[in-house]
């Protein structure tokens, strides 16, 4: 089955950028059924969706953040990535990885990573 | 502030059935199918209805959805303590350039 695993740093600066990788095991991303997308959670609030990106490179991106986000794939590592420019610290939150299907989601994120905490602080 | 309002807790006793509400606009819940998440103390948010009223395999079949016109709903029935979490309305907004949103979420607490 599917599995999602977040890592990158769970400490970043004021100002720079956050980098989270999400690594695809038991499936392929090349797969074009599905989205892959990064959610976020603030400690004690709810959930915020930060963007899809789908096998071919398309992407969409929550117009709150889309100034400031972008997603890639790696199809040779099976991994996609997420890279949140500028941050403050309200970008501070769990960051979870999830796969998705149908065009809006109609078929929900079935699969999702354990989650990664990134605190934005100096 | 989210687009989709739910209420910040429920209750219920074990065995009593308990109805979550989500409720938005046209441009999303009007236009789209709903999705609800179940989430757990300190784990990962799980699938719990799909296109508005589907379960995924393996999701017992106490909980249920619907929607009508602008609004969603969740109701779980034969309420467990198990079932002590939060839960999230989520569907796709048209307005914009598209977005998924997620609702407020609700507390179930099982009295």
């Known amino acids: 089955q599917v599995q999602l695993q977040e890592s990158g740093p769970g400490l970043v600066k004021p100002s720079q950028t956050l980098s989270l990788t999400c690594i695809v095991s038991?499936?392929?991303?090349?797969?074009?059924?599905?989205?892959w997308s990064w959610i976020r959670q603030p400690a004690g609030k709810g959930l915020e969706w930060v963007g899809r990106?789908?096998?071919?490179?398309?992407?969409d991106y929550n117009p709150s953040l889309k100034s400031r986000v972008t997603l890639s794939l790696d199809t040779s590592k099976n991994q996609f990535s997420l890279s949140l420019r500028s941050v403050t610290a309200t970008d501070t939150a769990v960051y979870y990885c999830a796969r998705a299907s149908g065009w809006v989601f109609e078929n929900g994120m079935d699969v999702w990573g354990q989650g990664t905490t990134v605190t934005v602080s100096s | 502030q989210s687009v989709l309002t739910q209420p910040p807790s429920a209750s219920g006793t074990p065995g009593q059935r308990v109805t979550i509400s989500c409720s938005g606009s046209s441009s999303n819940i009007g236009s789209n199918t709903a999705n609800w998440y179940q989430q757990l103390p300190g784990t990962a948010p799980k699938l719990l209805i799909y296109s508005t009223n589907k379960r995924p395999s393996g999701v017992p079949d106490r909980f249920s959805g619907s929607k009508s016109d602008t609004s969603a709903s969740l109701a779980i029935s034969g309420l467990q303590s198990e079932d002590e979490a939060d839960y999230y309305c989520?569907?796709?907004?048209?307005?914009?350039?598209?977005?998924?949103?997620f609702g407020v979420g609700t507390k179930v607490t099982v009295l």
């Open positions: 990106i789908y096998s071919s490179g398309y992407t």
């Open positions: 038991g499936g392929s991303i090349k797969s074009d059924t599905y989205y």
């Open positions: 989520a569907t796709w907004d048209d307005s914009l350039s598209g977005l998924y949103v």
